[in-house]
């Protein structure tokens, strides 16, 4: 969709609206998916439950929300499917046009979410015309004025104007100031504060409002950072404090501040908002600890999770939620890796060895766009979009693993061979898990088969599915070769299984 969107703008002359046109289309065909699905879910449930149109709403999206998490939305997406429910998107010459949008007449309301940024971008939705027995309401998304991209260089803002545009910041933001002395006594304390922890203005307010500040807070900073920072300074650090609401009630703080020349120390508070008022998950404390976790803990999280969260928070959302598509599931094994440690344990790094053949493994999967989803040992999985890129990253993994075996060789050490088999289909990659620990990965029929396809490849070879060969076969130009179709018998199958070997063309 983004090259189309390219396509339009460019011949709009409107190139720098890319981006904002991109997320409005992902904001606007979002929302009217969301519309349909739920209508649909509410004729369904009238139908075979019984529900009423009368009845309880908040009921009725509480059994929806429920449907999504339980089942995602393959049933109801089924159901549109075969009661011809859709929504398109065509994208064409005609005028001032960007996109010509159809969907059904349910979904109308669901476009005026989007109205303030169609607005703001320069755009207008024009509803087509169509007769009272239409089910689909269309209508275009079209250039209504010229964007203004100013090339002008900013100006300087003068220092009255600096504190002018402070003063509005800080009192449209609701942020407060608290004034410690050196010792930790609140000296002064910003109103705004109280009325958010729904404490009344006087001293008793003040009193449990000292009483809620963490022990942790006075260590780390009125006794820390503030004695041990060039000229007391210190920033982001989150500290909680419980409201009058509730004792399970609290607001987060992202809190900096600084010291005087005569030791009291004057710090910023700012509220931490999060979309659904949901900061629980967020930790008190220095948030540069944090990012120092997060860059000690991100190799740890499969490639595809952080992609794809990434991703989904680009384009407004929270959750990763469960997908189907058609992907090539890649397992590459070290053949008889447990004896090799068994009969050089003593002698070599296992796992210096195990990481210098994955680190190979790994620069493959990227430079052809794979993704790793786990390391079981030494087995690897690997997801690849794009079959035939799947096929030719396999076959450089080999060479990898031979340029090893001739220095192993050299050094009079064991060989290392791999062997990979892969396949193609549709999978589910969704949540697997408890809420305390969860998986976003792939599973279904094509990751069992890809790894007993691995299981019956010869060492140093790579062993695909017809499948496989078939699927790329239809999109493009096979840059390897392929030996004679055979058929292997796959545990749990009943017919047997038609593979090839792939091989390099050099």
Request: hydrophobic share 40%.
């Amino acid at each position: 969709m983004k090259a189309q969107i390219v396509l339009s703008l460019n011949r709009l002359e409107m190139r720098q609206l890319v981006e904002p046109t991109f997320f409005l289309l992902h904001q606007m065909v979002a929302n009217m998916v969301n519309a349909m699905h739920y209508s649909v879910f509410k004729q369904i449930v009238q139908v075979d439950f019984g529900f009423g149109v009368t009845d309880n709403e908040t009921e009725l999206k509480t059994l929806f929300n429920n449907e999504l998490v339980d089942h995602g939305d393959k049933n109801i997406a089924k159901f549109c499917e075969d009661n011809n429910l859709y929504i398109s998107l065509s994208f064409d010459d005609s005028d001032d046009t960007v996109v010509a949008i159809s969907a059904p007449d349910f979904c109308r309301d669901a476009l005026q979410l989007s109205y303030k940024l169609i607005q703001t971008l320069g755009y207008r939705f024009q509803a087509q015309s169509s007769d009272d027995e239409s089910k689909f309401y269309a209508g275009r998304l079209v250039k209504y004025q010229t964007f203004q991209h100013t090339v002008k260089l900013p100006t300087l803002i003068t220092r009255q104007n600096e504190l002018d545009s402070i003063q509005k910041i800080f009192s449209q933001l609701s942020y407060g100031i608290v004034c410690f002395s050196s010792i930790g006594t609140i000296q002064t304390i910003s109103p705004s504060i109280l009325t958010l922890l729904n404490l009344e203005e006087n001293d008793s307010s003040l009193e449990v409002f000292a009483r809620s500040i963490s022990i942790h807070f006075y260590n780390d900073v009125i006794w820390g950072m503030v004695l041990e920072t060039p000229n007391g300074k210190f920033e982001n650090y989150r500290v909680r404090i419980s409201t009058n609401k509730g004792s399970e009630e609290s607001v987060l703080f992202n809190v900096s501040g600084y010291r005087d020349d005569n030791s009291s120390i004057h710090t910023l508070w700012q509220q931490i908002s999060l979309e659904g008022g949901n900061t629980t998950n967020l930790s008190e404390g220095d948030i540069l600890n944090e990012a120092r976790v997060h860059n000690i803990t991100r190799n740890y999280v499969p490639q595809l999770v952080e992609k794809k969260a990434r991703e989904v928070v680009r384009l407004g959302g929270n959750l990763l939620n469960n997908e189907e598509c058609y992907i090539a599931v890649l397992f590459c094994d070290i053949v008889g890796f447990t004896t090799f440690v068994e009969q050089n344990e003593e002698e070599e790094s296992i796992i210096h060895v195990l990481n210098s053949v994955l680190r190979r493994i790994s620069l493959s999967v990227k430079k052809y766009g794979g993704f790793i989803d786990k390391f079981m040992g030494d087995c690897i999985m690997v997801l690849f979009r794009s079959p035939h890129d799947a096929v030719v990253a396999a076959l450089e993994m080999q060479k990898h693993s031979s340029d090893i075996n001739q220095l192993r060789n050299r050094a009079e050490l064991d060989k290392l061979q791999l062997r990979i088999g892969i396949h193609w289909g549709k999978v589910i990659i969704g949540n697997v898990g408890t809420p305390e620990r969860l998986d976003w990965t792939t599973i279904g029929d094509v990751v069992n088969t890809a790894s007993r396809i691995e299981k019956s490849c010869q060492p140093e070879g790579v062993l695909i599915s017809e499948k496989m060969r078939e699927a790329i076969a239809l999109t493009e130009e096979m840059k390897f070769k392929c030996s004679d179709t055979f058929y292997i018998s796959v545990k749990g199958k009943r017919e047997k299984l038609a593979v090839c070997y792939a091989y390099s063309v050099d």
